[in-house]
């Protein structure tokens, strides 16, 4: 068995952002934006619950960490409180969140205690 100790376990919820800043390619979607002809152009879109809670099934084996968030901002999902609230309370991995946390309200408060750690990009 994988020692969990090194598997970091990444989900993204959603790609969608609900920003646009400079260095990140959320600016210029659909733009070209290299000499190369690079256009960032990838579908946007929610991850599906079922989905969600079979990406948490595999972390429980496998997983020394998990990461909710780092392209999108994760509170966009429309099912975002309920999705989080469902990870067990005594889950074998650590659980950690990326948020601009232009979303947080009171409501979410209660979800974001969930995990045991909170990265909040104030760029």
Known sequence: ?????????CVEMTNQCNFKCVYCPHAYYGEEVTPSGN?????????AEDLFHKSFA????????VAIG????????PHF????????????FHFSFNSNWSLT?????????????????ID
């Open 39 to 47: 256009v960032f152009t990838r579908p946007k879109g929610f991850m």
């Open 81 to 92: 409180d309920e999705l989080i609230r469902s990870i067990p309370k005594n889950r074998s």
């Open 58 to 65: 595999e972390a429980e084996k496998w997983a020394g960490n």
């Open 1 to 9: 068995m994988a020692q969990r100790n090194y598997m970091n376990f």
């Open 105 to 121: 309200t009171i409501h979410t408060l209660d979800t974001l205690r969930c995990f045991d750690h909170i990265r909040i990009s």
């Open 70 to 77: 780092f392209f999108g901002e994760q509170q966009m999902h």
